[in-house]
């Protein structure tokens, strides 16, 4: 039934079409820019990332376009907690995803809290997904269906109890269609590119971002590169300048392409070797959310463990203290700690968390 939706509107093309399609449907829609401090400096960044001050400008032109009320609240100091998180997270040798953590903490926490306040009956958003019922009758996030711009990944971390009230409106459109109908309504922001970088970080140069936020990193995090052996290869100024699966900006020349495979915060020591290096049977993750009711067992699903990987047949066993044990059918290249691991029943998910690390063996 239509009622009064709270939509977080970025100043894209998406969630601008998205105000549409709910006041379409009847809904009382109320329009909501978030405020991160995230600012753009030039028009060249506006093209690259979201949330800048130029998009706030944006999206109240739509939001006076289609006559719907608008306000932009400041979430700026929620969004610091996030930037901390993310600086922190390439100090303890992992690979941060902030745009999850965005999705649990402020768009469907901090935003929903804001919705309840003004007697909101949904949250809804740009995303391309949507919400679906699983065989026991409960809700589950969907993937989208333009199966290219999927962003149900990044929302494993919905809970059950808030799925009842979130709308996905653009879910159920390819990415074209959306733009078409964009240029239809003569919406302001019917061509503007989508963004492409984490909106925090200028350039994407997230070691500057890292180091200038946390400028004890390089003295601190300095250390040496081994090979799968342990044979020192070369010094380094910083774990923070590495992640798993990376093999340029390494600083070495062995005569083979090299790829980091391990990164230990506790010496500082990051481990370099060939790609099949890279392999691991599984992994262990950890504040793993459950959108069904958690097994109580081994169970059957498809492993998603980064946004551009392909799900592949797993089996996931639940551990206590909200972890989870996922053993993929065949070993996956590259599985990095701090990416989230989202674990999907066909294209349901069933559930997500972080991952704490990869697995050398199926036992873990």
Known sequence: M?????????????????????K????????????????????ERRAKTCCSAIDAVDARAVADRLDIPFYALDFERDFSRIMDEFADAYLQGRTPNPCALCNIWLKFGKLWSYGKQVGADFVATGHYAQIGTAADGGLRVRRGLDGHKDQSYVLFGLSREILPRVL???????????????????????????????????????LAFVRARRPRAEREGAGE????????????DGIDRFTIGQRRGLGVAVGAPRYVVDIEPTTNVVTIGPRAALDRPGLLAEKFNWQGPEPTGPTRCLAQIRAR????????????????????????SAVTPGQVVALYEANLVLGGGWIERALDDHAG
């Open 24 to 43: 379409e449907q009847g809904h009382d829609v109320v329009g909501v820019f978030m405020r991160t401090g995230a600012i753009d400096v030039d028009q």
């Open 309 to 332: 990987h392909t799900a592949v047949p797993a089996t996931v066993e639940p551990l206590p203290n909200r972890r989870a044990r996922v053993i993929f059918d065949a070993p996956q």
């Open 225 to 236: 590169i081994v090979d799968v052996d342990g044979g020192f290869v070369a010094a380094h």
């Open 168 to 206: 996905f409106p653009v879910g159920g459109f390819e990415k074209a269609a959306i733009r078409a109908l964009a240029r239809d309504l003569n919406l302001p922001v019917h061509d503007k590119p989508d963004s492409q970088e984490i909106c925090f970080v200028p350039d994407d140069d997230y």
């Open 2 to 22: 239509p009622g009064r939706v709270v939509l977080a509107m970025s100043g894209g093309v998406d969630s601008s079409v998205a105000a549409h399609l709910l």
